[in-house]
């Protein structure tokens, strides 16, 4: 039984083609992907292709927005047939923080470098110190945010820098 153009209740088969084993992330990675999704009876198949991790990744972005939830059936739902061949428009696509600023918690960072991925964004730019706060300890001025922070909770350590730039990459 279908509803639409959505099949329920079929097994889901992935599989995912990598030709580069390039692994950093620049401005000139092809994030380039091809998607193929096939059902035929109770069985979808899909074929993702792409030239570096990151356009793996950005292609199961996009499949992830083509399985909806049904709530009367308590069942994820995918869309049967589809050939899709995407790449960025832009190569630079991305967000600045400016917590020079506006403080944002580590935990709140993280969050917001997770919705970048999701939007297939390449770049974080974090504006982190400025005249009006300086957050930031540092081995040469350890003592600055003692006094250019907006409160002694409101810094980031060297381990917060760290973990952040880890987790963003």
Known sequence: QTRGRWMPRNKVHIEISISSGD??????????????????SDATTVSVSA???????????????????????NALYIVKQAMIKD??????????????????????????????SANKLNSFHWHITDTTSFPLITNRAPKMPMYGAYSPQKIYTPMNVWEIVKYAN
């Open 87 to 116: 790449e960025p428009a832009f190569r630079y696509r991305g967000i600045m923080l400016d917590t020079g600023h506006n403080y944002f918690s580590k935990d709140e960072i993280l969050r917001l470098l997770d919705a970048m």
């Open 51 to 73: 030239k570096t991790y990151y356009g793996a990744r950005h292609a199961l972005e996009t499949l992830s927005q083509m399985i909806e939830y049904c709530k009367e059936n």
């Open 23 to 40: 692994w950093e992330l620049k401005l000139d990675t092809d994030e380039s992907y091809i998607i193929s999704i096939q059902t035929s």
